[in-house]
């Protein structure tokens, strides 16, 4: 069973549920009901009205959309009756960056974000969500592309984190750092080339970058960036996971938010 299907299971019982939305109406009527989309795919080369407004629907909702063969919904349908339309809904409700900023002030705290670039892996965004929140960090920040949503897998690998650290999905996440600059915040990526994480200053209101395990921060992130730090290693392999990086890099900010 994919991780987009079916339910999931908490260790206190409660069931979590990413919903697969098959057919054309069923389809339609999430868009204009407001769930949060995370991928629709859609049957190459169909050009009915009903298709084509449904691709109108999500682009408009900035939705990712994926024109595939038939065998390939064939793959994905659970009923056999998707009529050239699958969508993926998110298993929680997407936070605004405004709410985590919102969330911050009402502690009377500088904003602390993680932000992650190129994190495909549920188990690595549910992981980095807990740190999150135990770290005290008041949200995280993931790109809609080549990122992987909040999917069963990450509720369930968080152990109940979501329901306190909002998560915001934006387009850009290079745009949405600039954004971010003009409220005051200031920007550290995780790279191996970087300064070592404990000569530099992580305090006031700042935006950890993390990036996956093969390819790293993007460029263009990478540039928007104040500081790259690095954290020392003295084993045989040179990286570590994302989600670890991810929690000795916050641990490190909180270490020095103490102090």
Known sequence: MSEEKGVMSLENGEEIKSLVIEGRNAVMEAFRAGKPIDKLFVLDGCQD???????????????????VEKTRLAQLSETGKHQGVIAYAAAYEYAEVEDILAAAKAKGED??????????DPHNLGAIIRTANLAGAHGVIIPKRRAVGLTATVARTSAGALNYTPVAKV???????????????????????????????????????IGSEGEGVGRLVKEKCDFVASIP????????????????????????RMN
């Not at 009205?49 to 990712?64: L, N, Q, Y």
């Not at 974000?113 to 994190?119: A, F, G, K, S, V």
């Open 171 to 209: 387009t850009n996440l290079a745009k949405t750092m600039e954004e971010l600059k003009d409220q005051g915040l200031w920007f550290v990526c995780a790279d191996m080339e970087g300064e070592s994480m404990y000569r530099l200053n992580l305090t006031g209101p700042i935006g950890l970058v």
């Open 49 to 67: 009205g009903p298709v084509r407004s449904i691709v109108r629907e999500a682009k408009k909702h900035d939705t990712i959309i994926h024109f």
């Open 233 to 256: 290693m003295k084993g045989d392999i040179d990286s570590l996971n994302a989600s670890v990086a991810a929690g000795v890099l916050a641990y490190e900010i909180v270490r020095q």
């Open 111 to 120: 904003p602390f974000i993680i932000l992650l670039d190129n994190i495909e």
